[in-house]
């Protein structure tokens, strides 16, 4: 995770609030990623971003929302539509085409 | 409309290596094999990954068939510290996301 960070490591809201959860990396990668991880499963893809100012949905976008308006900076917001928000999120980086390597995680839970 | 089919889990001892197996029988021609792996409560690490060639680095050896039906992870030598969920991934290059299954959980044992 050497080179992606994020915050918090553990977050919780109400429910009806909308979260934003950070990532940022410094490895001058194009490609930024968020992925939803749920108690022994495996990682699905919510959003992606290839360039600044561009970002595709993944396979879960409903009720998430995101913005790309520095290489380094991809934040995830978790609205209040989104049904069951608890769950571990993970941010990734790369170059096109490369590896994607990963950030430590935001464990969020919804009280 | 999994692309590989892991064991769901292993024991290793310490010491010992660990030979981690994958089935990917449909892969095609551009896609690399990926191994990572994800300690409890972190983000998944990267391991290594591969075409047709075996492969390795500092952490690992990755030994792919010739048909490149099936590749084998190798911890050359487990620690109590490998012990994680280790994913075996099929993607091309111009894949935008990382397909993880379930993985197999491996179990260094003292």
């Known amino acids: 995770d050497g080179g992606i960070t994020q915050s918090p490591k553990y977050l919780f809201r109400k429910e009806g609030q909308n979260v934003t959860l950070s990532c940022e990396q410094n490895?001058?990668?194009?490609?930024m990623y968020w992925y939803r991880q749920d108690p022994g499963q495996g990682l699905r893809l919510i959003y992606y971003s290839q360039i600044v100012n561009d970002f595709q949905k993944g396979d879960i976008a409903e009720g998430y929302s995101v913005s790309r308006e520095k290489k380094e900076s991809f934040p995830l917001t978790v609205t209040s539509a989104q049904k069951n928000p608890t769950a571990f999120y993970l941010c990734?980086?790369?170059?096109?085409?490369?590896?994607?390597?990963f950030g430590p995680g935001t464990r969020l839970t919804v009280l | 409309d999994a692309k590989t089919t892991q064991p769901t889990s292993m024991d290793c001892a310490e010491g010992r290596a660990a030979n981690l197996p994958c089935n990917h029988s449909t892969i095609s021609g551009n896609e690399y094999v990926y191994w990572y792996r994800q300690i409890h409560s972190q983000g998944p690490q990267y391991i290594i990954h591969?075409?047709?060639n075996n492969e390795t680095n500092e952490m690992a050896s990755l030994i792919i068939t010739e048909d490149r039906k099936s590749s084998t992870l190798i911890l050359p030598h487990a620690t109590l510290r490998d012990t994680a969920v280790y994913y075996c991934?099929?993607?091309?290059?111009?894949?935008?996301?990382?397909?993880f299954g379930a993985g197999t959980t491996v179990t260094v044992r003292a």
């Open positions: 490895l001058n990668h194009d490609a």
């Open positions: 991934i099929v993607e091309d290059d111009n894949d935008y996301k990382l397909s």
């Open positions: 591969g075409l047709k």
């Open positions: 990734a980086s790369s170059n096109p085409a490369d590896t994607q390597y």
